[in-house]
Nanobody, 124 residues
Framework: QVQLVESGGGLVQAGGSLRLSCAAS????????AGWFRQAPGKEREFVAA????????YYEDSVKGRFTISRDNTKNTVYLQMNSLKPEDTAVYYC?????????????????WGQGTQVTVSS
């Protein structure tokens, strides 16, 4: 069982930055994809970014490319999402997730473990 705990959300003005962290209890499987999703009120949960735990290959949703950076620290079992140039439309609850699979997927149904979520609010 993998437990994920997010932190780092908050209120920021448009154009500002936030860094989200996701601490995992353990990620020892040979194939793990760690991802970030977000869900705004009244909308479906959507993929934001993901990283292959071994190798570090990254994947991004088009609207965040060039603004968000996903990274991981294997020694701390922690994945990060650095968010720059934030826009009001980035406002959502952000969830960390882990998929025990080799093939990348942006489908939330393919992720096995989820954190509780952290609120990010961007004011205009």
């Amino acid at each position: 069982q993998v437990q994920l705990v997010e932190s780092g959300g908050g209120l920021v003005q448009a154009g500002g930055s936030l860094r989200l962290s996701c601490a995992a209890s353990t990620l020892t499987a040979s194939s793990v994809i760690a991802g970030w999703f977000r869900q705004a009120p009244g909308k479906e949960r959507e993929f934001v970014a993901a990283i292959r735990w071994r190798g570090g290959t990254t994947y991004y949703e088009d609207s965040v490319k060039g603004r968000f950076t996903i990274s991981r620290d294997n020694t701390k079992n922690t994945v990060y999402l650095q968010m720059n140039s934030l826009k009001p439309e980035d406002t959502a609850v952000y969830y960390c997730a882990a998929a025990l699979r080799f093939t990348f997927s942006s489908n939330s149904q393919n992720y096995d473990y989820w954190g509780q979520g952290t609120q990010v609010t961007v004011s205009s």
